[in-house]
Antibody, heavy 116, light 108 residues
Framework: QVQLVQSGAEVKKPGASVKVSCKASGYSFTAYYMHWVRQAPGQGLEWMGWINPNSGGTNYAQKFQGRVTMTRDTSISTTYMELSRLRSDDTAVYYC?????????WGQGTLVTVSS | DIQMTQSPSSLSASVGDRVTITCQASQDISNYLNWYQQKPGKAPKLLIYDTSNLETGVPSRFSGSGSGTDFTFTISSLQPEDIARYYCQHYDNSAALTFGGGTKVEIK
């Protein structure tokens, strides 16, 4: 079945960068976009963007353009989301997701805490 | 950018009650609207796709309707296991996603 396994929790200082990984299995990795969604504590869901694992093409939410970079390594069926210039309000659980469509799955979430 | 306005932000109902959540788009989105359930500490789960289609394995007490700018999500008979937060979500032709603000459903 579809499995998305993310890297572990991170603690970062303001101004630093974080890179979260998401390893996919159970389906054709290059056939479907991977989305990234985040959720601040007690808040709603916020879409960050997607990557096309086949071409490497990306589409970022305007809010994150210039700060987020999504990449992939097809040899290990893994996508990455890097967020730079971290602020305290970037503290959130970050999910990789295939939220709907033919292939559906969510990662377990990665808590990123930004604190001095 | 399209905005999705979801209401109410929270509600309290009794077991067996009919529960309705609405989602309004800032412009016509046809039927490109999904509904998710999220329980504490868990990832969201897709319940309804393309406005009214029940995802496989989802109980039939959940339903969705609407088109254009106004959409409704209904739980026909609220069960204790339905306590969660619910989100509407639009997707556009570039596969960009927009979520509503969420509705917290509690048992009275």
């Amino acid at each position: 079945q579809v499995q998305l396994v993310q890297s572990g929790a991170e603690v970062k200082k303001p101004g630093a960068s974080v890179k979260v990984s998401c390893k996919a299995s159970g389906y054709s990795f290059t056939a479907y976009y991977m989305h990234w969604v985040r959720q601040a504590p007690g808040q709603g869901l916020e879409w960050m963007g997607w990557i096309n694992p086949n071409s490497g093409g990306t589409n970022y939410a305007q809010k994150f353009q210039g700060r987020v970079t999504m990449t992939r390594d097809t040899s290990i069926s893994t996508t990455y989301m890097e967020l730079s210039r971290l602020r305290s309000d970037d503290t959130a659980v970050y999910y990789c997701a295939r939220p709907f469509g033919v292939v559906i799955g969510w990662g377990q979430g990665t808590l990123v805490t930004v604190s001095s | 950018d399209i905005q999705m306005t979801q209401s109410p932000s929270s509600l309290s109902a009794s077991v067996g009650d009919r529960v309705t959540i609405t989602c309004q788009a800032s412009q016509d989105i046809s039927n490109y609207l999904n509904w998710y359930q999220q329980k504490p500490g868990k990832a969201p789960k897709l319940l309804i796709y393309d406005t009214s289609n029940l995802e496989t394995g989802v109980p039939s007490r959940f339903s969705g309707s609407g088109s254009g700018t106004d959409f409704t999500f209904t739980i026909s008979s609220l069960q204790p296991e339905d306590i969660a937060r619910y989100y509407c979500q639009h997707y556009d032709n570039s596969a960009a996603l927009t979520f509503g603000g969420g509705t917290k459903v509690e048992i009275k």
